[in-house]
């Protein structure tokens, strides 16, 4: 007979599983249930419609439903899953006219995702006060910024900072509440992101940092917010806060939740219950440097995630060897990227750093049009190996990320990375590398 | 005493030698002898100056005399070294005016370079033919261009195709000529090489390989070659047919030179000789993977080789680990990039290969701009390490290079590469990063 296998979630995590399964196992019978009205979308793409990059929402969709029906993949859209019995390895769903239906499973993947956490911040529940996560969101939000002049975006994360970036390309004055005392503060250490602060103030974005948001004021819609005392007047206000694993459902199920919320996985993406599986923003798995529990939630990870859960639900063998959360992303005219950990968080964990830090630019010197890069390399002091990486600049930061992630997953040493043999022509790189001249500044305080 | 140091050479590695003797000794008396009227320039920049892209030939150099004197450097410019006597320690010179001088030395380091190597073509010596190595060739160059309106390049490696685009670039009619059946042969493997070839093709350059030039054609100036007995007009000829480590002065000395013809070094870039050093174009050192020796004659190296040099002569300690050879050049809109084997060369060194290639986007499908990118992969099909890889796109190429040879160095199999966490963002990458992909094609193979 053939395998079973259901697959909670289909977007990122949930779609590359639902394909590898399908590699994997030609003639597995493989249902994909999710409750939005469309699948196979990219999430990330939603601010860069708003801002005007990309024509119109419908072009986010990598996935069109000609390609599960090409892939032999059953997607029931519209669709609840309720409940799940691991007992008798089944999931109870619900589809569009609130018909019931049981599915039977071999192997059950949960690709359930994340949802927008919204602090308690009181009158978060009036008109015009949105999260940005689902594409139904960005359509929503796209509509009201037809009206809307002013907007204040709670939270100075990627996703507020990309939608910030959005609205100010739609012409919208545009104001930044964060708690924190920096912006980015999950992915870049202090110093790093204030360069990242001083280019979107320049470009007129308003930032208030080491605040939080007392109140959002109006009446039936919302007017404005209040920080510290002063009210900053908004047609829309955004709350982009962080997000949370959707757990549920697999809590329910009494499958083990992990401390940092998602839900626990093994190499194999394999839950705390036999044939179940977990991949992308619901899951947890294991940073590689402190080999400690992490929710990475990138779509990176997802795809990634997605695929072993993917392969090994289908009988397959495939791991997961774990995250970096090698991340990027541009705002405006600067590209910003991690990966690995920030002297910061090496620090919370116990970790003795040296750093180096350099600017220098991306072409030679004399060659026209070279922007601006700064890279900062983290290293554990003790073993002299690299252990984080940041950078900044007006192009090239995403391959230099990717080179100082294979680096650290190969446990390359700083000194070996001041040696490394790397290339140059004018139009394209400076003789010497900045990830190099970085490197020799790090030695020289070991 | 305080230490002598001679170093015969003031480009990027005399320069970098010199620097890093002044910062290793900060009392040592540090000579550089160039017979050139100018030092511390990029003769990288050169085609780029010829192209339009860099105002004047002035801007290429990197290390204006005010340099030189900050650091306490004795530059002579216009000046011969005659003679190394290395039992007495001594480096004859001939200065500008004929007069010659005797410099004593603790440590000497020869920069000598290369020299571009011009076949014996019947007609060589017409005016009109040119190589394109100096600044001063640089400049003779541009002037003849004033009046051309044809060219014709001998050779199509990364000097010949720059300058072929270069007089494209200034509106001539250009053929490139190569004996060997694909351009870049030193550089890619022929499938790769023929998307170079096609590109530059369809931007108006006549290519012809597998031929050689039977004659340069003319009277006193040239008129023209003569290729598999077809004519072809030129009002200029360059000959970029490769270029040859200056070692006359070492092999007179009883320096040994190696087998690929460059002055042999060992990991402190010390020649044979004591307290004779040697770097850049005209040095032998060795290949990371097949440790065998290479003469890798790339700007990169030659900084690289002399910082080594440059500490070691100024009693300090320091080892150059081998060369990659990582290179990348921009030809019109593609960027073209190698690190380490070819699978060609791995074959001639009789490595057993796998490769994976593939053909990706440098962002989100449905992010407008995104280029087409060319990853291919070599792969130790014995050990499964990744040993070399090609790049070709229209942008983000240069990191890759950089990525992969990290990867090299730290002896990455293909299948960690495959499992490698990479970072995205709709502007900047693919969720899948094509390096990964190409991974994932060579690993079917094995």
């Known amino acids: 007979m053939a395998r079973k296998i259901v697959i909670i979630g289909a977007h990122a995590a949930g779609t590359d599983a639902a394909s590898a399964a399908r590699k994997t196992d030609r003639h597995a019978e493989i249902t994909l249930i999710t409750d939005q009205d469309v699948a196979g979308y990219s999430p990330c793409g939603i601010p860069f419609v708003i801002g005007g990059h990309i024509p119109s929402f419908e072009d986010l969709i990598v996935f069109p439903p000609s390609y599960y029906r090409m892939m032999k993949l059953d997607l029931r859209l519209k669709t609840k899953a309720k409940k799940i019995d691991v007992e008798n390895k089944t999931v109870e769903i619900e589809g569009k006219e609130g018909k019931t239906e049981v599915l039977e499973y071999d192997s059950l993947i949960l690709a359930t995702g994340a949802y927008p956490f919204v602090p308690p911040i009181r009158g978060r529940d009036k008109k015009g006060v949105y999260t940005l996560r689902t594409l139904e969101d960005g359509r929503i939000v796209n509509k009201a910024l037809e009206k809307a002049k002013s907007a204040v975006v709670i939270g100075a994360g990627l996703i507020g900072l990309e939608a910030a970036v959005s609205f100010v390309e739609r012409g919208l004055k545009t104001t930044v509440v964060e708690l924190l005392p920096q912006v980015l503060p999950a992915m870049l250490d202090r110093d790093m992101a204030r360069l990242v602060q001083k280019h979107l103030e320049e470009e ?64 194999r993406m394999e839950t705390s219950v036999k044939d179940v599986y977990a991949a992308g923003d619901c899951a947890e798995s294991v940073n590689m440097i402190t080999k400690r529990p992490m929710a990475s939630q990138l779509g990176t990870t997802a795809v990634r995630q997605g695929k072993v859960a993917g392969v090994n639900a289908a009988g397959g063998y495939a791991v997961f060897l774990g995250c970096l959360g090698s991340a990027v992303t541009k705002l405006l005219n600067l590209e910003i990227g991690v990966t690995g950990l920030t002297e910061y968080a090496a620090g919370r964990f116990g970790i003795e750093t040296v750093v180096g830090s350099i600017t220098s630019k991306t072409r030679a010197d004399y060659y026209p049009g070279g922007k601006s890069i700064r890279v900062k390399i983290v290293v554990d ?62 030695i020289r305080k070991l």
């Open 204 to 267: 007129g974005i308003n930032i208030i940092t080491d605040s939080g948001v007392d109140e959002i004021l109006g009446d039936d819609h919302v007017s404005g917010v209040s920080v510290a005392g002063e009210e900053i007047p908004a047609d829309l206000v955004i709350v982009a806060t962080g997000v949370r694993p959707n757990v549920q459902l697999a809590r329910d199920a009494g499958i083990e939740i992990g401390e940092t919320g998602g839900i626990k996985t093994n190499m």
């Open 381 to 442: 002091k003790d073993t002299e190996r690299i252990i984080g990486g940041q950078i900044i600049g007006g192009e090239a930061v995403t391959q230099r990320i990717n080179a100082l992630s294979f680096a650290i997953q190969k446990q390359m040493t700083i000194r070996e990375l001041a040696k490394a043999d790397t290339c140059y022509a004018p139009p394209v790189n400076e003789t010497w590398e900045p990830m190099v001249l970085a490197a020799e500044v790090a």
